[in-house]
């Protein structure tokens, strides 16, 4: 897909790009806002922009979309591209929006790099980034046309249901009175909500109910902070502020975590803690489609008292034909349940079994660890991160 000369010069320059990424992206990111301050407030998230998470995720993906074509020029990395699309789908990223981006990244690589970005440079790079940011906006316009709901909508919150000390569920009927489409087990919706200040921050939640409800619902961990970092805005915001009968502005339905369409293959679910949001959907799911090969589903969480949606995980789980729920909690473990981290030893894993994993990011490294030990092939074992996808910049 690069051209050959383009190659040739992307090649020699990715170290020095990456070695520079950190010093590009905080020019680029203080550019960018600095000229519209908007993005910030409204379409940012500015907790990533203060932990400086999300940062690394868009430089890092930009590097890694350059090694992987200059590795494999026959391919485009459509699982990388497709998981930003999704993200950006859920948050109305717009075409023109690309130029406004690739103005301030170029200033930032010219500003670091100096002398080094000769014309030459400079057009080989440009290469590589209008080739991602073209795919980007191919596949995002197709999102947008499937989603058959045109930009965000308001929804009413008919019910809130307290489900742990931490995490409560909003029940959200169209205020429309609309249609509302059936989602894909797994997929989450963007919130947007006004704050104190005046910004509107946008937040991504997972659906946790079934996807063929005309109820949509969202289940929200409060986010505390830790004496050096604050409380997390819009987790909080909606635990204060939010009641039935408000309204919450929701984007459609987008993410790539679904379901294979493989009614015949073995499926295990495994989640920590908040994690079990996008488990408890595609569980109504596989007992919507009357699911007959093995379910094993897995669940760590700190204790009973934590576990938010325990009893749809265990009812869901119970009117499978052949499925078993496992769980473990670091303390309080009642019989039946077993102590510590979650751990697949004596777990029965299937052959040809299709993995979903969502949690901390510790939890998953080990589960797809203890998956692949246990022969599940790597392209079998799926992902959601509750953040910035910091595996995926890293390619
Ligand atoms: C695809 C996806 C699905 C998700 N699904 C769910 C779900 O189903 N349920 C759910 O509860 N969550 C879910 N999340 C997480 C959710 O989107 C939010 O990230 C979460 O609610 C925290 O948002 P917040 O606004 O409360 O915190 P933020 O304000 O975004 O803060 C996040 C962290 O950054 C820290 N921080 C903020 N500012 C600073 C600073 N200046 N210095 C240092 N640290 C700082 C905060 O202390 C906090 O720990 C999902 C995320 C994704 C990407
Ligand atoms: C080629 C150009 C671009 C690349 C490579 C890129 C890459 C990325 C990546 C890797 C993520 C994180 C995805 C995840 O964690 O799941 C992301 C998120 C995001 N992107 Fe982009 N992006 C590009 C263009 C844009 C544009 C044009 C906008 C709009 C101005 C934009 C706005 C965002 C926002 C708001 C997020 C969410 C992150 C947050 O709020 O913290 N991106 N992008």
Redesign the pocket.
């Known amino acids: 897909m690069l051209s050959a000369p383009s190659a040739a010069v992307v090649r020699a320059t990715l170290p020095a790009v990456g070695a520079h990424l950190d010093e590009i992206t905080e020019r680029f990111y203080a550019g960018l806002f600095a000229a519209h301050p908007g993005l910030l407030r409204d379409l940012f998230?500015r907790?990533?922009q203060?932990?400086g998470t999300q940062r690394q995720a868009l430089a890092g993906s930009i590097t890694a979309f350059a090694t992987h074509l200059l590795d494999h020029p026959e391919q485009r990395p459509d699982a990388m591209l497709h998981r930003i699309a999704h993200k950006h789908a859920s948050l109305g990223v717009a075409p023109e929006q690309y130029a406004v981006v690739h103005e301030h990244l170029f200033a930032a690589i010219a500003g670091v790099l100096g002398e080094a970005v000769t014309p030459e440079v400079a057009a080989a790079w440009d290469e590589v980034y209008w080739l991602m940011a073209n795919a980007l906006v191919a596949i995002e316009k197709r999102l947008y046309e499937e989603s058959g709901e045109p930009g965000p909508r308001q929804w009413e919150v008919v019910e809130r249901v307290e489900e742990t000390a931490d995490?409560a569920t909003f029940r959200l009927r169209p205020g429309d009175g609309g249609p509302v489409p059936a989602f894909r087990a797994g997929q989450?919706v963007s919130v947007r909500v006004g704050l104190p200040d005046g910004a509107r921050?946008i937040?991504?939640?997972?659906l946790?109910g079934a996807p063929a409800e005309t109820i949509r619902q969202?289940?929200?961990?409060r986010?505390p902070?830790?004496g050096?970092?604050?409380?997390?805005?819009?987790?909080?915001h909606l635990h204060a502020r939010v009641r039935e009968g408000d309204v919450l502005e929701l984007s459609a339905p987008y993410?790539d975590l679904v379901l294979d369409d493989a009614p015949d293959a073995p499926v295990l679910l495994a989640s920590a803690g908040?994690g079990v949001?996008?488990m408890i959907a595609m569980l109504a799911q596989l007992a919507e489609d009357g699911h007959r090969a093995p379910v094993t589903v897995v669940h760590g969480d700190r204790s009973p008292a934590d576990h938010a949606l325990r009893a749809e995980h265990e009812a869901y789980t119970a009117k499978l034909p052949d499925a078993a729920l496992h769980l473990w909690y670091e303390q309080d473990a009642p019989a039946g349940a077993r102590t510590g981290f979650v751990d697949l030893t004596g777990v029965a894993v299937p052959a040809g079994t299709r993995a979903y994993l969502c949690g901390p990011l510790p939890f998953m490294r080990s589960v797809r660890e203890q998956l692949l030990a246990r022969g599940v092939a790597p392209a079998d074992i799926h992902y959601?991160?509750?953040?910035p996808d910091l595996w995926l910049a890293r390619g």
């Open positions: 998230n907790g990533n203060a932990a995490v989450y921050q937040r991504q939640y997972s946790s969202i289940s929200v961990k986010v902070g830790d050096t970092s604050p409380d997390g805005e819009v987790s909080n993410g908040i949001t996008p959601e991160v509750f953040g």
